[in-house]
Nanobody, 123 residues
């Protein structure tokens, strides 16, 4: 049984930082590209970042470039999202997702999803 469990969300003031983590189990983690997505109330799920299975390549949504950093530890089966210079518009439920051997910005391409962790940025 595959499980992805996110943690690290919370309430932060604008300009602050948060580090999200996602712990994976039940899959061969090192063969999956790992992505982060977010969804705000009333909006579609939005691509945040993705990292290849090896960790050698990363991609970011335009609104996140220069502020967010995705990383992974295959030995610990975790993927992290460091978020700096947070803005109120970053407020959303953040999900991690696993995509077998493929890198994609499309949430429909992902095989497994976590339950999400809430990030709220106050102005």
């Amino acid at each position: 049984q595959v499980q992805l469990v996110e943690s690290g969300g919370g309430l932060v003031q604008a300009g602050g930082s948060l580090r999200l983590s996602c712990a994976a189990s039940g899959l061969t983690f090192s063969t999956y590209a790992m992505g982060w997505f977010r969804q705000a109330p009333g909006k579609e799920r939005e691509f945040v970042a993705v990292i290849t299975w090896s960790g050698g390549t990363t991609y970011y949504g335009d609104a996140m470039k220069g502020r967010f950093t995705i990383s992974r530890d295959n030995a610990k089966k975790t993927v992290a999202l460091q978020m700096n210079s947070l803005k109120p518009e970053d407020t959303a439920l953040y999900f991690c997702a696993a995509n077998w051997q493929a890198v994609s910005r499309n949430p429909r391409a992902y095989d497994y999803w976590g339950q999400g962790t809430q990030v709220t940025v106050s102005s």
